[in-house]
């Protein structure tokens, strides 16, 4: 039986905290918000950013409502927006009230919007059909989301909702999905949600 020092004991103890530092660093790494964002600029029809500007972003489906005012670069974030098809209010004092309609938000994907105010009545309104940018530029992620329409319409050997990983491009699959790889990434890099 060998009688741990003082000195051992520590070196044992820093030895420990760093391979649990390193493990959970390492894990974080692979994980993937399953939460979208939406980022936005609010400018005046010069083209000058609006600071202060009121924006009220809500769930179609389940109407739930996020509020920010824009910084002093005219710009706001709100983060972790669940998948779905939102809308945008915007409002300044000045302005017409300006309402973005068709936003849609994917899982894991950050989404942006320009809004610009015209100069008017509070009490007048101007509606912008059709949301987000189709080209995201804030992220390397590659992310989708099904719709429950399209999940029927595959045609899949087993009711297992993991099968609908096999459907995703660069997939690799030696035997059930738990154990596929995409594009070359390690099972440990990747989150199914």
Request: aromatic share 2%; proline share 5%.
């Amino acid at each position: 039986m060998k009688i741990l020092t003082p000195l051992t004991k520590s070196a044992v103890l820093c030895s420990l905290s760093v391979l649990l530092a390193l493990g959970s660093f390492s894990r974080s790494l692979g994980q993937v918000s399953a939460a979208g964002s939406l980022a936005g600029t609010v400018v005046d029809p010069r083209g000058a950013v609006v600071v202060g500007a009121i924006v009220t972003v809500k769930n179609d489906a389940t109407n739930q409502g996020f509020n920010t005012v824009t910084s002093g670069a005219g710009v706001f974030t709100i983060p972790s927006l669940g998948a779905g098809i939102y809308t945008a209010t915007v409002s300044a004092t000045g302005f017409k009230r300006t309402v973005v309609t068709d936003i849609k938000i994917d899982a894991g994907k950050p989404s942006s919007i320009t809004v610009m105010l015209e100069v008017g009545a509070a009490s007048e309104s101007v509606t912008v059909t059709g949301g987000g940018e189709l080209i995201q530029t804030q992220s390397a992620n590659v992310n989708t989301t099904l719709v429950g329409r399209q999940i029927t319409d595959i045609p899949t050997a087993s009711r297992d909702a993991l099968d609908l990983v096999l459907t995703m491009p660069g997939t690799a699959t030696p035997g059930r999905p738990r154990t596929s790889t995409v594009n070359g990434l390690p099972k440990g890099a990747l989150n199914i949600t």
